[in-house]
């Protein structure tokens, strides 16, 4: 029998040793260990540009098992590249998800109106942070919607409306001009405009209608540039009245018209009492008073107040209202006959 090889025992030694000596699963690396799984970033960020409002809102990151809360970031940047973050108000480390950064150069961002803003946002939890969120750069005074016109009063005038109000809000760099639109209640709408100035007058009207009417404001850029048609006003609905001549005449003509009505009234009164004057008469007549005697004999009839009546009267007190002469027949018969 061959003896083994020398080598093979040296062989088999070192894989046993090799064997023995195994190390088990690999242990993270210190860079492994100081590294944590990333966070989900907000979704669905949008802005909200009207008037002087800017407001940035956003949805929450997905839910996760962490027990750490989570919080977010808002900063902000121009065509430099340089992030800021904001201060007043501070939208670092907040909880909710809205920043509201609306007041211009005093609060919020500095100098932003006319200016290519870019935002962005991202969440944090403790040491782990999300990736940042950028929206779409923009510029307040290119991407505002402009609401209508403040403090709108309308005042009836002689066949016109004077409509005053105020700004929107206040611009730099910037003017408003302004359009009116208005309807006879039951006509049909137009547009007067655009105007500068903050009162119109709506004029060539016709007196005692109701007109209804909004007005618009619309946004001119110092290039020029006129912004899309901002938001109308409520209706409002008024009445206007009179021109100055039909004032003057309706001050002629209603007096002389009640001075005619009553002449008219006076003249067919005269001419019914004329007509129904015996029956006008006799409406009118006073009721016949009884005699005194006669109402103490009603109350007491045992008196002999008749009696006493005829020994007191004498032929000087009889008085009569007519005196009828009544003749029998057999008289006036026997007169003819003794005609000769």
């Given amino acids: 029998m061959r003896p083994p090889p020398l080598w093979l025992p040296s062989l088999l030694l070192c894989g046993l040793g090799a064997a023995t000596s195994s190390p088990g699963p690999l242990l993270p690396s210190s860079s492994s260990q100081d590294s944590f799984p990333q966070l989900a970033a907000p979704v669905n960020p949008k802005l909200h540009l009207y008037n002087e409002e800017q407001v940035l809102t956003w949805e929450p990151s997905p839910a996760n098992n962490d027990i750490e809360p989570v919080v977010y970031q808002v900063e902000y940047s121009y065509v430099d590249g340089t992030w800021h973050r904001l201060q007043e108000p501070n939208c670092t480390d907040i909880t909710e998800t809205k920043c509201d950064f609306t007041g211009g150069d005093s609060k919020g961002l500095p100098n932003s109106r006319s200016l290519t803003v870019f935002l962005r946002v991202r969440a944090k939890g403790g040491n782990r942070t999300s990736d940042w969120v950028t929206l779409d750069p923009f510029q307040h005074y290119e991407n505002v919607t402009v609401g209508p016109p403040k403090n709108i009063s309308v005042t009836p005038g002689k066949g016109s409306l004077v409509v005053h109000f105020s700004p929107p809000f206040d611009v730099q760099e910037a003017t408003f001009q302004y359009l009116v639109h208005y309807w006879e209640k039951t006509g049909t709408q137009q547009v007067e405009g655009p105007f500068k100035s903050n009162s119109i007058v709506l004029g060539n009207l016709k ?23 901002g938001i109308l006003s409520n209706v409002s609905c008024h009445e206007t009245t009179a021109y100055a001549t039909t004032g003057l005449q309706q001050a002629i003509l209603i007096p002389v018209g009640i001075f005619a009505l009553l002449l008219v009234l006076v003249g067919a009164c005269f001419i019914l009492f004329l007509r129904y004057q015996s029956r006008v008469k006799y409406w009118f007549q006073a009721p016949p008073n009884i005699p005194e005697q006669i109402k103490e004999y009603l109350k007491d009839p045992d008196q002999f107040i008749l009696e006493a009546l005829d020994k007191d009267s004498s032929p000087k007190d009889d008085s009569w209202d007519s005196v009828s002469i009544i003749s029998s027949p057999e008289k006036e018969r026997d007169d003819v006959l003794q005609i000769p």
């Fill in 207 to 229: 007196p005692f209608r109701v007109y209804c009417l909004q007005t618009e404001a619309q946004l001119i850029l110092k290039n020029k540039n006129i912004r899309p048609s």
